[in-house]
């Protein structure tokens, strides 16, 4: 998994528009629905800054969280606790001191494997889960991919101007590859703005081939459900959540 957000990290909570305390109570009704032993350790792959990392750490987790960008980890080393695990490493390929009782993998980091690295990220999580652990990971769905990104524009701006985010997208179907194009503004004290570039890269998965390999990874496919809720996922649903059962032995 290649390095990205390493421009936007520090704007990245304030322009995402992500409602973390809703992220973490859904999670725990997720974890308490579908868990069929104690959930106390429990890893965040792909934290970012650390914002649900440490809901997560106040609702009672023992939470290690890991992530590959440096710049996103800075900042949730600044934000969570000292109780909080955070770990500089591939979530393709990471190693931890036990085995964890839940893996959450949030906000679409999944699209940002190809799927070759989605495998090699389900396997890494079958190794550090506890017999009958859950994986709960979500995706953006084909409809997303077609309709929301593809060859759209967008605008983001923080509450007080002093940070502007362009974001162009550009989805391949053919290829199931979208390349999104960023670029970030933010005012200094002089109020001259500074120009920043970064490209990064999703890919669309399908939920046949990733039922598939979920179960070919060694995992029971528990529930599929749309954006935050408990219902079916729908033809125009935007997003995706897997909850899975790791099915290896003591």
Known sequence: MNEQYNVICEVYDELSGVDTEVWADYLCKLINQHSEIPTDLVLDAACGTGKLTQAMSDRGYDMTGIDISCGMLSIARQRCSSNVLLLNQDICDFELYGTVSAVICCLDSVNYLTFKDVERFLKCCHLYLDPNGL?????????????????????????????????????????????FSLTLFTEDENGMYFRQDEQQTEYCHSHTKLAELIEKCGFILLAAYDELSFKPVKSDSHRCHYICKNIKEN
């Open 135 to 179: 994986l709960i990971f979500d995706v953006n769905t084909e409809y997303k991919f077609k309709n929301i990104y593809a060859d759209n524009d967008y605008i983001l701006e923080n509450a007080d101007g002093s940070s502007l985010l362009a974001w162009s997208c550009n989805y391949d179907s053919e290829s199931a590859k979208c390349l």
